[in-house]
């Protein structure tokens, strides 16, 4: 299933695998091959993916967060990194 469809119903969160952690007091997503260090709106989406908000839900909170950005951009931004964390196995769709 592509990106597009599961954003009407898919609902992102971690896989398996994959958690949450602290790394020199930044904020880390741990995966079984590594680490990625969030920041910014990268850290906003994914604090989003817990599996109950779909990309539409993700997407409409964001735009409430930060009104003076361009919804279009956010929305960009939102696909643009799950689908690829989706590629590298960190997210997945429930």
Same mark, same amino acid.
């Given at each position: 299933?592509?990106?597009?469809?599961?954003? /009407?119903?898919?609902? +992102? *969160?971690?896989? +398996?695998?994959?958690?949450?952690?602290?790394? =020199?007091?930044? +904020?880390?997503l741990l995966f079984p091959e590594g680490m990625i260090r969030l920041k910014g709106t990268a850290h906003a &989406?994914? =604090?989003?993916?817990?599996?109950?908000?779909?990309?539409? =839900? &993700? !997407?409409? !909170?964001? #735009? /409430? *967060?930060? *009104?003076?950005?361009? #919804?279009?951009? &956010?929305?960009?931004?939102?696909? #643009?990194?799950?689908? #690829?964390?989706? /590629?590298?196995?960190? !997210?997945?769709? =429930?």
């Open positions: 299933m592509d990106l597009i469809r599961q954003a /009407q119903t898919g609902k +992102p *969160r971690l896989a +398996p695998g994959c958690r949450w952690a602290t790394h =020199e007091g930044q +904020p880390v &989406i994914m =604090e989003l993916c817990d599996g109950r908000r779909t990309i539409q =839900e &993700i !997407v409409s !909170v964001l #735009s /409430q *967060r930060y *009104r003076a950005a361009d #919804s279009a951009r &956010i929305t960009e931004d939102v696909y #643009s990194l799950l689908s #690829s964390l989706q /590629q590298k196995g960190i !997210v997945n769709f =429930e």
